[in-house]
């Protein structure tokens, strides 16, 4: 399970404030991955990274900017969100993307309420 | 469009028994994978078993089968001799290995509770 890292594992904070998510795979993967789950709602995939490039953009709002400087990091910036954004976020890895045979590695994930 | 339906939101099975989740997907792409993740109470998801789509012979990883029907679209799980430690949801998800919307589409997940 340490594979992949996130931190914080929790995090409270206002409709103002800025903070960051962390994720730190210690796989050699080159394919990055945010994950949003909320209750009743199936995972929503916010942002693919290959190669440090941004491949995909889920019509994410803008408040949440995510950063790949390299293929082992991935940041999730947030500011200004709205309570309906408290979830947990999940981040994720895998070999690379496109890749017939796969599979994605999940971090435990950083439990988000948003005040 | 590609979705993933998960029947039952919620199971129960006695340690030691037989389960089986149900998976029903739909795609009309040839060329996608199937998988089983189980993520258990405050913990990390976990890939449980793959099925790769055009692989007649249904995936087995120790106590964790599928029953794989393609005509049907189905994939369900089955766990033999449950153990508590199989308590978790349960999410079946759906991988399209075809043009530019190559990503896994998630069913809602299923709540398994293992009674002792």
């Known amino acids: 399970e340490t594979g992949v890292t996130q931190t914080p594992r929790h995090l409270v904070m206002g409709m103002t404030n800025k903070k960051s998510l962390k994720c730190e795979q210690h796989l050699g993967h080159n394919a990055m991955y945010w994950y949003k789950q909320s209750a009743k709602k199936p995972l929503e995939l916010m942002f693919v990274y290959n190669f440090k490039e941004q491949t995909e953009n889920n019509s994410v709002p803008s408040r949440f900017s995510p950063e790949c400087p390299n293929s082992s990091h991935l940041f999730l910036h947030l500011h200004t969100l709205q309570p309906e954004d408290s979830a947990l976020y999940l981040c994720?890895?895998?070999?690379?993307?496109?890749?017939?045979?796969?599979?994605?590695?999940f971090g435990p994930g950083t439990r988000l309420t948003v005040l | 469009a590609q979705t993933v339906t998960q029947s039952q939101p919620e199971m129960s099975v006695q340690e030691a028994e037989t389960v089986t989740l149900s998976c029903t997907y739909d795609?009309?792409?040839?060329?996608?994978?199937l998988f089983w993740y189980k993520q258990p109470p405050s913990r990390q998801m976990i890939l449980v078993i793959r099925?790769?789509?055009?692989k007649q012979q249904n995936a087995t990883e120790n106590r964790f089968s599928v029953n794989f029907q393609k005509a049907a679209k189905s994939f369900s799980l089955k766990i033999s001799d449950s153990q508590l430690g199989d308590a978790a949801m349960y999410f079946c998800?759906?991988?399209?290995?075809?043009?530019?919307?190559?990503?896994?589409?998630w069913g809602l997940g299923t709540s398994l509770a293992v009674n002792p």
């Open positions: 994720a890895s895998s070999h690379r993307l496109g890749r017939s045979t796969d599979t994605q590695y």
């Open positions: 998800a759906l991988y399209i290995n075809a043009g530019n919307n190559r990503k896994l589409i």
């Open positions: 795609t009309s792409e040839s060329d996608y994978y």
């Open positions: 099925q790769e789509a055009y």
